[in-house]
């Protein structure tokens, strides 16, 4: 028989949270703590942060890993009680010292972003490496061997090494992480040595798209569309970024609109559809995670300034992202 937060996680997964709560209520009573922090969390997906909070708080005094974790990150993004870098900085670290991996993958982003603590690369590498050792496939969305992997590609606090970065991004896909299989994906296809290694990079992406990381079918989508590494096939291209564009990724709209800026005869009707999707690249900007697609957005002015009105479209930002989109 499936004991009683079991049942409850499931029901929340299924969105009836009412129903969850309930069981997961009972769960606590009979001694299962963390089903608290179960509850915390779907009060967290339903935005009643300060309920969350408070079922966060509680299961600290229990000591549950996961729950300092949470309460850090709620005090990092001011969400149900004041933004407090410090204490989110703190919590962070008492989740770390009961080993909950993703606790120590925040420390490291302040460490490497300067967040509070002084910037210092080779203490973010470090502490996003000692991470790795406590993830499982049990943990959600499990981030240390992604940081690890990016420290390494990237050559932040640690020597460049894309060998060693592609082993931990592949550690971080075999973990469930869809990040991971994205990032798997991209370094195989990076000027691949075989057509072995192409098709393993195609079929991580293929898996990245699947496990809903959406950005994964625009990287596809490119791949067919410029035909460095694979045959250029603009059907295919095609197939990929509508892919992207169902599910509203950030990566398929700047292919998308790099697939059209790049046509011949663009009539008006499809530079306005063009500038539709660009300017949700534009409207991006005010996401930290999107930084990448605000300076590709500002390129594509920047190459076509002379092709689409842009200073028009981004007064009329906010109504471009209500229309569904395919390609054209």
Same mark, same amino acid.
């Given at each position: 028989?499936?004991?009683?937060?079991?049942?409850?996680?499931?029901?929340?997964?299924?969105?009836?949270?009412?129903?969850?709560?309930?069981?997961?209520?009972?769960?606590?009573?009979?001694?299962?703590?963390?089903?608290?922090?179960?509850?915390?969390?779907?009060?967290?997906?339903?935005?009643?942060?300060?309920?969350?909070?408070?079922?966060?708080?509680?299961?600290?005094?229990?000591?549950?890993?996961?729950?300092?974790?949470?309460?850090?990150?709620?005090?990092?993004?001011?969400?149900?009680?004041?933004?407090?870098?410090?204490?989110?900085?703190?919590?962070?670290?008492?989740?770390?010292?009961?080993?909950?991996?993703?606790?120590?993958?925040?420390?490291?982003?302040? *460490?490497?972003? $300067?967040?509070? +603590?002084?910037? &210092?690369? !080779? @203490?973010?590498? #470090?502490?996003?490496? %000692?991470?790795? =050792?406590?993830?499982?496939?049990?943990?959600?969305?499990?981030?240390?061997?992604?940081?690890?992997?990016?420290? *390494?590609?990237? $050559?932040?606090? +640690?020597?460049? &090494?894309? !060998? @060693?970065?592609? #082993?931990?991004?592949? %550690?971080?896909? =075999?973990?469930?992480?869809?990040?991971?299989?994205?990032?798997?994906?991209?370094?195989?296809?990076?000027?691949?040595?075989?057509?072995?290694?192409?098709?393993?990079?195609?079929?991580?992406?293929?898996?990245?798209?699947?496990? %809903?990381?959406?950005?994964?079918?625009?990287?596809?989508?490119?791949?067919?569309?410029?035909?460095?590494?694979?045959?250029?096939?603009?059907?295919?291209?095609?197939?990929?970024?509508?892919?992207?564009?169902?599910?509203?990724?950030?990566?398929?709209?700047?292919?998308?609109?790099?697939?059209?800026?790049?046509?011949?005869?663009?009539?008006?009707?499809?530079?306005?559809?063009?500038?539709?999707?660009?300017?949700?690249?534009?409207?991006?900007?005010?996401?930290?995670?999107?930084?990448?697609?605000?300076?590709?957005?500002?390129?594509?002015?920047?190459?076509?300034?002379?092709?689409?009105?842009?200073?028009?479209?981004?007064?009329?930002?906010?109504?471009?992202?209500?229309?569904?989109?395919?390609?054209?």
């Amino acid at each position: 028989m499936k004991n009683l937060r079991l049942i409850g996680i499931e029901l929340a997964e299924e969105g009836k949270y009412n129903e969850a709560i309930i069981m997961l209520k009972k769960a606590y009573d009979y001694g299962d703590f963390p089903a608290l922090n179960d509850i915390g969390v779907i009060f967290e997906k339903n935005e009643e942060y300060e309920k969350a909070f408070e079922c966060y708080i509680e299961c600290t005094e229990k000591g549950i890993p996961v729950s300092f974790y949470n309460v850090g990150n709620l005090y990092e993004k001011g969400y149900g009680v004041k933004q407090d870098y410090k204490k989110a900085f703190e919590y962070y670290l008492e989740s770390a010292k009961r080993k909950y991996c993703n606790a120590f993958d925040k420390i490291s982003t302040f *460490y490497n972003e $300067g967040i509070y +603590v002084e910037k &210092n690369d !080779k @203490k973010a590498f #470090k502490m996003a490496l %000692k991470g790795t =050792k406590y993830e499982t496939k049990y943990v959600f969305d499990p981030a240390c061997n992604n940081s690890v992997g990016y420290y *390494y590609q990237k $050559g932040v606090g +640690v020597k460049m &090494n894309l !060998k @060693k970065s592609l #082993k931990y991004y592949e %550690k971080a896909a =075999k973990l469930g992480s869809a990040l991971g299989m994205y990032n798997t994906g991209l370094i195989y296809t990076y000027k691949p040595s075989s057509e072995k290694k192409i098709n393993i990079g195609i079929n991580y992406l293929i898996k990245a798209g699947k496990n %809903k990381f959406y950005d994964a079918y625009g990287a596809l989508a490119n791949l067919y569309l410029e035909g460095k590494v694979v045959p250029k096939d603009i059907g295919l291209a095609e197939y990929w970024v509508n892919k992207g564009l169902e599910n509203r990724s950030w990566g398929s709209l700047l292919t998308y609109t790099k697939m059209c800026l790049n046509g011949e005869n663009l009539s008006k009707e499809i530079k306005l559809d063009v500038a539709e999707h660009a300017i949700a690249l534009y409207i991006a900007r005010s996401d930290e995670d999107y930084t990448y697609y605000l300076k590709q957005y500002n390129l594509l002015k920047e190459e076509y300034r002379n092709v689409i009105d842009w200073d028009d479209i981004e007064l009329n930002a906010e109504s471009y992202l209500n229309k569904d989109r395919k390609v054209c």
